[in-house]
């Protein structure tokens, strides 16, 4: 069983628009919450990551917005670029053990 | 300023094979993850280590897989023996610690024929 879901699995949206990423998880305990990009042909980096005392982070055109009664949580990318097309992965740990990620959300954004 | 390492870039085996990956993680980590990436389950955790000893092992992975952490700065995971469903890209990843920025190697890419 997934303990992080995401969706949807992909997702196609105009430069300019805004692209909405969901994540739910299970885990109650969970207090880390980073969201990593992945490009084609290359690794995993961190793009941004919340902890529940918040429950709005942004930095730049990328926003974490956190509903920890819902165990919900989305990734907002406004003014899409075509540079930001990628894999976008939502991950959640507890306690300092290891990120648990989700399957992932590709993100394609057409010119 | 050295990245996190892992060789060989690719592998292909024979079902029945043991392969070892190897992963040089970035100097000064104490942390170091393996994961295994596929289009289907995404990012699967393998094994975790803190200051080299082993603080989770990935549940599904026990059997045939063992992750082993020789000093700080040299991991290797062994697959015995490897099977077609094991083909997948195997990541290593380091941080410096609790909540800390992973820093992911290249992967290597393992086909199992």
């Given at each position: ?72 949580l989305s990734l907002h990318i ?34 | ?113």
């Amino acid at each position: 069983q997934q303990q992080v879901r995401q969706s949807p699995q992909s997702l196609t949206v105009w430069e300019g628009e805004t692209a909405i990423l969901n994540c739910s998880y299970e885990d109650s305990t969970f207090d880390y919450f980073p969201w990593y990009w992945q490009f084609p042909r290359e690794s995993p980096a961190l793009l941004i990551a919340i902890r529940p005392v918040s429950n709005k982070k942004e930095d730049g055109r990328f926003t974490i917005f956190f509903n920890k009664r819902e165990k919900k949580l989305s990734l907002h990318i406004t003014d899409s670029q075509p540079g930001d097309s990628a894999t976008y992965f939502c991950a959640a740990s507890q306690g300092g053990r290891a990120l648990i990620f989700g399957t992932g959300t590709t993100v394609s954004v057409s010119p | 300023d050295a990245g996190v390492t892992q060789t060989p870039r690719h592998e292909v085996a024979e079902k029945g094979q043991t392969i070892i990956l190897k992963c040089e993680p970035v100097s000064g980590h104490n942390d170091l993850f393996w994961y295994r990436q596929t289009k289907i389950q995404g990012l699967e955790l393998l094994s975790y280590f803190r200051s080299k000893s082993l603080m989770e092992d990935g549940g599904a992975f026990k059997d045939r897989f063992k992750a082993e952490m020789l000093n700080s700065s040299f991991s290797t995971l062994k697959i015995q023996p490897t099977e077609p469903k094991d083909s997948a890209v195997y990541l290593c990843a380091s941080s410096l610690g609790q909540n800390e920025r992973l820093f992911f190697g290249h992967g290597t890419k393992l086909s199992v024929l």
